[in-house]
């Protein structure tokens, strides 16, 4: 489950390993999931997304998985790079819905 | 196109004071949101607008008011500046992304506002 208190979960890799990056949701009738990356001092950015009727999704370097049967998504990086570092959330939409509800986070610390 | 933008970026209040962040946006997108980040946290969701006029509550919103008179503006007031009002505050517009696949939050620099 998630933890409580004032630390983000934190991973850490080493440059050109494999990050994964987890995240549990908690609305069945969500149906669209975006991965978001936030940099120290920014604002979050959009890196990818997917929705229900998919389980897998690429993109540059990262791939998103679904598991809707136990509500779980997952950010994978491929050969993680120091400029990877940051804070990613992960955020689920209802159905016809603006509001997202994010998740708490995870610190990805990139060692060179 | 600047896209949203927030000032100031840093602020100091004291204990009362009171303050309005700004929040403009260059975008004509209807959908704004202000959110709140405390250290080590996720973001917490204060007030949101679906258009010019109409402005509803989120998560957290007391000790917060907003407006949208216009579609490009949507200032966030502290009235009775709290410490535990202490964090980094984020404007976010929803963008509707290619495809129609959905929108997704495009957000502000921030503004990081202290209470002593």
């Known amino acids: 489950g998630e933890s409580v208190g004032l630390h983000l979960p934190t991973l850490s890799v080493q440059e050109g390993d494999n990050s994964i990056i987890n995240c549990a949701y908690s609305?069945?009738?969500?149906?669209?999931f975006i991965w978001y990356k936030q940099e120290s001092g920014k604002g979050p950015q959009f890196i990818i997304d997917?929705?229900?009727?998919?389980d897998k999704r690429q993109g540059q370097r990262v791939t998103v998985l679904l598991n809707k049967t136990v509500k779980h998504l997952s950010l994978q990086i491929a050969a993680t790079q120091p400029g990877d570092s940051a804070v990613y959330f992960c955020?689920?939409?209802?159905?016809?819905?603006?509001?997202?509800?994010f998740g708490r986070g995870t610190s990805l610390i990139v060692h060179p | 196109n600047a896209g949203v933008t927030q000032t100031p970026k840093f602020r100091i209040l004291k204990i009362g004071q009171s303050m309005t962040l700004q929040c403009t946006q260059d975008?004509?997108?209807?959908?704004m949101y202000w959110y709140r980040q405390d250290p080590g946290m996720g973001l917490k969701l204060i007030y949101y607008?679906?258009?010019?006029?109409?402005?509803d509550k989120g998560e957290v919103p007391n000790g917060y008011n907003v407006s949208r008179s216009t579609t490009e503006d949507f200032p966030l007031r502290l009235e009775l500046a709290a410490p535990s009002q202490t964090s980094v505050y984020f404007c976010?517009?929803?963008?509707?992304?290619?495809?129609?696949?959905?929108?997704?939050?495009?957000f502000g620099p921030g503004t990081r506002l202290t209470v002593l």
């Open positions: 609305n069945s009738a969500s149906d669209y």
């Open positions: 976010a517009l929803a963008r509707i992304l290619p495809s129609g696949r959905g929108n997704e939050q495009f």
């Open positions: 975008m004509n997108h209807n959908y």
């Open positions: 997917i929705r229900s009727n998919m």
């Open positions: 607008s679906v258009g010019a006029g109409i402005t």
């Open positions: 955020a689920e939409n209802p159905r016809g819905s603006y509001i997202p509800t």
